[in-house]
């Protein structure tokens, strides 16, 4: 066992501070991710941060008529708010086919955002994953790809983002809210949040040393049928294989992310305008320049069958 020591701090910028300024630290909340890599030695902090007594597990209505989640709200109470559940469909949706009814009650916003990989190689010590080891290669490239990414990967890393919430909150247009060291605050929109894996596979996002998630704010709702589609080998406890997040109108008009596809929830807004023209149009555009491997092709038509599923569901 790895030995590590572990603090509970009083305020958002203290727990950022004591981050940023101890070694291979990391902040822990539900610890569903977390824990489960140290306990694979895949992640080894020496120091924890615990934020669960951060105060940060209110969703409150915001001037502009949206919502400001909490970074520690968690999976099963968002889902189940009222405000969410009337006006943020696609979000509670996306929220209840993730995990199961006892990971979602530790789970929280900001850890679901921040969740790792499930490509296998990662989570498989004896194998090289510039992932998990900078520089040590990508087994993945000439293995079993069928779970993993279509577009947007690199040479160094063919992984998805494996989340759900964080589809639902990309077609949402939401902007993640954090705080660094020295009480910085600082507003990233969700496209922004996550990124492609480049020469950096070990980087998941654009936070920076020590910023902490302390909300996620999501504009004024959206009017159109909310729909979640996820893919995936089993009925639950199941990561998508391909799944669509999607606000459209009965013409088919409207907005779509894909997950399961991309290191990254998956939207090319420029294609959202073939939607009334059918799901083979707009995929045609939000997947131009795949570059599937033989294992993982199918996803393409998987993705075009899952959004006119999808259409046809908001036309009735
Ligand atoms: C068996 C199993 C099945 C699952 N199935 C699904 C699924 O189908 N769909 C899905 O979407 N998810 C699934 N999950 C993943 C689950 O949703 C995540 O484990 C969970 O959301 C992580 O939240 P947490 O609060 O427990 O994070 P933690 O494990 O506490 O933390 C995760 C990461 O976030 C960081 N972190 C936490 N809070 C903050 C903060 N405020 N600011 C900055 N960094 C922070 C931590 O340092 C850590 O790196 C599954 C998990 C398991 C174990
Ligand atoms: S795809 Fe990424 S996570 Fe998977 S083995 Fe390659 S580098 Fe590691």
């Known amino acids: 066992m790895k030995s590590f020591t572990y603090e509970r701090p009083n305020t958002p910028a203290e727990a950022a501070a004591a981050v940023a300024r101890t070694p291979n630290a990391k902040f822990i909340a539900g610890g569903t991710n977390l824990l489960d890599l140290m306990k694979l030695q895949i992640e080894t902090p ?3 941060v615990d934020v669960n007594g951060l105060n940060l597990d209110k969703v409150e209505a915001t001037p502009e008529g949206g919502l400001r989640i909490g ?28 995990a199961s009814g006892q990971l979602r009650n530790k789970a929280t916003t900001a850890g679901n955002l921040l969740q790792r990989t499930r490509c296998p190689y990662f989570y498989d010590t004896a194998q090289a994953c510039n992932k998990r080891q900078p520089g040590s ?24 983002h494996p989340g759900d919430m964080a589809v639902a909150m990309r077609v949402l247009d939401a902007t993640v809210e954090t705080v660094d060291a020295k ?42 049928t909310h729909i979640y589609r996820k893919v995936r080998d089993r009925a639950s406890y199941a990561y998508a294989l391909v799944s669509v997040a999607a606000i459209l109108g009965k013409d088919g008009s409207g907005h779509v992310a894909f997950g399961g596809v991309a290191h990254k929830p998956w939207r090319v ?27 993982n092709a199918y996803k393409l ?5 899952t959004l006119a599923a999808a ?6």
């Open 311 to 316: 259409l046809n569901q908001a036309r009735a």
């Open 71 to 98: 970074a520690l709200v968690r999976n099963t109470d968002l889902a189940a708010d009222p405000r969410v559940w009337k006006d943020y469909g696609v979000l509670s949706r996306a929220l209840l086919a993730g």
């Open 301 to 305: 038509k998987l993705a075009e069958r």
């Open 46 to 48: 020496t120091h924890l």
């Open 269 to 295: 807004e420029a294609a959202e305008a073939d939607l009334p023209h059918g799901a083979k149009a707009v995929t045609a555009k939000a997947f131009a320049g795949a570059k599937p491997t033989e294992d």
């Open 137 to 160: 290669g990508c087994s993945a490239l000439d293995g079993v790809s069928r779970s993993l990414a279509v577009i947007g990967s690199s040479e160094t890393c063919i992984a998805t």
């Open 183 to 224: 009480g910085g605050e600082r507003r990233i929109p969700i496209a922004e949040f996550h990124r492609l894996p480049g020469d950096r596979s070990e980087v998941d996002t654009t936070l920076k040393l020590g910023e902490l998630i302390t909300a996620v704010t999501l504009p004024k709702p959206v009017a159109g």
